[in-house]
């Protein structure tokens, strides 16, 4: 109820701008940033969808307030100027009207902040997950370890860090060109790794985040949340992606010198696909060593 009542807001108070603004959002629905992508991403999870909706709903009364605000304060400069023969009133208040500017930001900000609050306890709602991966980071990269797929323990554990054509062209003096870094046509200088994170399309995923030395942050806007990573700290969050796709992201928290270096990228496949890849990745089962005991071929002597 709570979306829906939120997408006719949105669509209500968004109508008038969305010529405006079509060009300019238009870019955020994919996976990839954009020049001048000045939005949000609608993301490729409902989660983020809603966090774009609410973002809209109060950009859209902040504009409101804005052009009432600034249109008062206009039409008083330049109708009420002294040498326009305006004349000061004499009264000092007005009790009806500070009234009416109070109440009505309280209304406006318990309306926007009961969604926004709803939505906060849904996301921090990791139970009945269906698969737990551990997200581990590092000075300047990404441990990922899949520590449960319904109810089984995959043992997938592997490091994601920058690509290696990146990470050679960022080196000073390495004569090579990041617009030269593409995938599928789309720059991704800095933003892709030599392992991405795959997961599977539809399965709610929970996350546990942590830290190996300082303070890192996950970030992929594409699924509509980030979560600080903490040295002795566990924190948690989850996903449920809809759609199969590439979604990048980037350590959000200052780091250290190649913080800029860390980037995260996450591979999404439809549930077969990710079962077949998730077989090729287990860990060969441990030869158990035999121990053989030979008989003697003759009898003792004596």
């Known amino acids: 109820m709570m979306s829906v009542g939120i997408s006719r807001m949105r669509r209500v108070l968004a109508a008038p701008a969305v010529v405006l603004l079509g060009l300019l959002a238009s870019a955020a629905a994919n996976a990839n940033p954009q020049p001048w992508q000045l939005n949000m991403t609608r993301g490729a999870t409902q989660t983020a969808r809603e966090v774009h909706d609410i973002h809209m709903v109060v950009l859209w009364i902040c504009v409101a307030i804005g052009v009432v605000v600034f249109g008062v304060m206009f039409v008083a400069m330049f109708r009420f100027r002294?040498?326009?023969?305006?004349?000061?009133?004499?009264?000092?208040?007005?009790?009806?009207?500070?009234?009416?500017?109070?109440?009505?930001?309280?209304?406006?900000?318990i309306a926007s902040a009961w969604p926004a609050t709803t939505l906060l306890i849904r996301m921090a709602d990791t139970s009945e997950s269906e698969m737990t991966i551990k997200v581990t980071g590092y000075q300047w990269k990404w441990r990922y370890e899949y520590v449960d797929y319904f109810g089984k323990q995959p043992g997938i554990n592997f490091v994601s860090s920058l690509e290696s054509q990146a990470n050679r062209t960022r080196q000073l003096g390495s004569g090579m060109d990041p617009r030269d870094i593409k995938v599928d046509g789309h720059s991704t200088y800095l933003l892709d790794v030599d392992k991405p994170l795959v997961l599977p399309v539809g399965v709610k995923v929970r996350f546990v985040v942590t830290a190996d030395d300082v303070i890192h942050s996950w970030w992929v806007p594409a699924l509509g949340w980030k979560q600080d990573a903490i040295p002795g700290i566990i924190n948690s969050a989850w996903t449920r992606v809809d759609e199969p796709g590439i979604y990048r992201g980037q350590c959000a928290e200052l780091c250290g010198r190649d913080h800029a270096f860390m980037p995260i990228v996450v591979k999404v496949l439809p549930k077969a696909e990710f079962e077949q890849w998730m077989t090729a990745q287990a860990p060969a089962p441990a030869t158990a060593a035999t121990a053989t005991t030979l008989a003697p071929t003759t009898a003792p002597q004596g």
Do not use: F, N, Q, Y
Request: proline share 7%; hydrophobic share 50%.
């Open 82 to 109: 002294k040498s326009k023969g305006a004349v000061p009133a004499t009264w000092s208040h007005s009790t009806k009207l500070e009234a009416i500017w109070t109440i009505i930001p309280i209304l406006i900000l």
